[in-house]
């Protein structure tokens, strides 16, 4: 089965930075997209940003310019480099990976991001 595991999270000081990895294994599928979303306590999950196996990216309007997705050469893990981290970044991460031929997302466990003073 397919295993979608996150890491990089953790404790840091607003105007810092992250990189939060993802790797995905066990599929006979490749890779049309990964992304990333998060979700803080008592909101509702947002789509970060999205990358594409040709390279393709977005970014929710909030962490343009600050956040940068990337996906490896192999095509089965994503980086989301975080810089000028906000207090409002504060939530839980989740890695999400879309096959080729798949009818559903896989979802990660998340990773917990902590932007405090």
């Known amino acids: 089965q397919v295993q979608v595991v996150e890491s990089g999270g953790g404790l840091v000081q607003p105007g810092g930075s992250l990189r939060l990895s993802c790797s995905a294994s066990?599929?006979?599928?490749?890779?049309?997209?990964m992304g990333w979303y998060r979700q803080a306590p008592g909101k509702q999950r947002e789509s970060v940003a999205t990358v594409t196996d040709g390279g393709k990216t977005d970014y929710v309007d909030s962490v343009r310019g600050r956040f940068t997705i990337s996906m490896d050469n192999s095509g089965d893990t994503a980086y989301l480099q975080m810089t000028g981290l906000k207090p409002e970044d504060t939530a839980v991460y989740y890695c999400?990976?879309?096959?080729?031929?798949?009818?559903?997302?896989?979802w990660g466990q998340g990773t917990q991001v902590t932007v405090s003073a």
């Open positions: 066990g599929s006979t599928s490749s890779i049309n997209a």
């Open positions: 999400v990976v879309d096959y080729y031929g798949s009818d559903r997302w896989i």
